[in-house]
């Protein structure tokens, strides 16, 4: 299938993915944050979603497991749909999730065996205490932590704290996993284990990814399919090199790291550096 | 123009009011569901050491505090009148009914309430409240549910604590400091205060625990983002609750009287 034909596809909700959005506008008051945005989440791929700040990216992934639900639009998992049906209902459908967010979001009364075993705890009888042990030091093991069960979040680096989050997310060894901006305020080094981390799960579990980043190199990285979100729609969508030789300017600024006029007028507008010098002439250190 | 601000906040206070009745709602059947379940019962345990065991010394200390002013302000009044030995009735009997199960229930707003709406505010704004629901787990029933539950159970006991520390601080300062006659001071309490008296503190305090407990754990939840947020949020838990904690004593007073009215001189029928 052609690229083109694909987007075409893609904006029409025809495809037979194992996460569906059909037509999905979310809106916050009178912003309009998803203007109309369809999206078949293919099974077993690792889709990322960029784009600009503030362009809508977490309000997307929050659909796709409705912890935010559409002003108007239809949200399929494996063709059930489940935007319009209980809180009690949901909560069996996201058992097949893993929810990565941005900031891990660990809980902090928790050690990380707790944390880990939350899921289980939660949803399984757990009889076998040896067991659980074996299986959050597994878990732990995979995100290249173990030893780490008796610590507090408080006590863990940010991309600790990401990698513990993971191992929690895939306790329950969940068909699709989202992640929220995972390598945001992680170095070069520690963004790439992340990267090499969620490879390894898709490699080892087939588990179906969606990713929201603006980190560039960590889309490429990992990427089956790209998908660009701007100003609440989708403007691009295709594989790393379709995304790179994109035509539409947005997408090359973006991907490019590049500002372009609009923003250039808005600095200009501010006026020059200079006539900011706004502190008075003896506020010296 | 001012119509349509004034329509806006009308409508705008309530949808808060119909969103904070079915948080309400869902929080009351999520704490009588988590009764049935024994797996919750570690939640709220802990729940119960937080709200309850720790707060008995600032409970109790409120308690006695008032008790003595209370002998301290009425004594010249009633011994005016060469009433003071009948200032243990008007002491216990204040103690017992009002300012005990009141005052206890304002420094539980303070104490637990402002604490319950921190933490569920942070949890909040760094999303492990997203995350709980993320997981397939319902953050009420969860987070929510036990902390009414502990608030329902224990204010009625923080209340018998700070009734009796009322009565000792009561009884130390007209004894003691002011000379009364002990016998008569107890003789006298005992004929003026009943066990209805008592019995409604108490059961105040059921209402009043889980004012605060469902206002704060509301708060915490739709609490905005940002570390001005979770303050304003603790700010407005404190206020709502101390509100709804006088508005409910004098609902619960007037429905305790026609109660009391009606059926409580049957007693002696019987």
Known sequence: MKQGDKENNVQAGNGDGIIVLKNITKKFGAKVVLDNVSLAVEKGKTTVVIGPSGCGKTVLIKHLIVLLRPSSGEVYFKDQRIDDISERQLNEIRTHYGFLFQGGALFDSLSVTENIIFPLRQHCEITDWKKVEELVKSKLAMVGLDGYQNYYPANLSGGQRKRVALARAIALNPEVILYDEPTTGLDPIRSDVINELILKLQRELNITSVIVTHDMTSAYKVADRIIMLH???????GDADHIRNHPHSVVQHFINGKVDDDDLAVLRMRGTVSQAQFLPRDFEH | MI?????????????NMGRFARFAWQSMVASFRNCLSPCTYPLIWTQMNIIGVRSVPVVMITGAFVGMTLAVQAYDQLAGMGLEEHLGVLINISVVKELGPVLAAVM???????????????????EQIDAIRSMGTDPIRYLAAPRVLACLLLTPFLII?????????????????LGINSRAYWSFSASGVELWDVAIGIIKGLFFGVAIAVISCYKGFTCK????GVGQACTEAFVASFISILALDFALAVIFKSIYNTFWSLKSLI
């Open chain 1, 231 to 237: 100003k609440g729609k989708i403007i691009a969508d």
């Open chain 2, 3 to 15: 119509i349509g601000t004034v329509g806006a906040k009308t409508i705008g206070g309530v949808s």
């Open chain 2, 108 to 126: 539980l707003a303070g104490r637990i309430g402002g604490a319950l709406t921190a933490e569920l505010g942070t949890m909040n704004v760094t």
């Open chain 2, 161 to 177: 604590y700070a009734d009796l520390m009322g009565i000792i601080g009561g009884y130390f300062v007209s004894v003691v400091q």
């Open chain 2, 225 to 228: 983002e940002g570390a001005h």
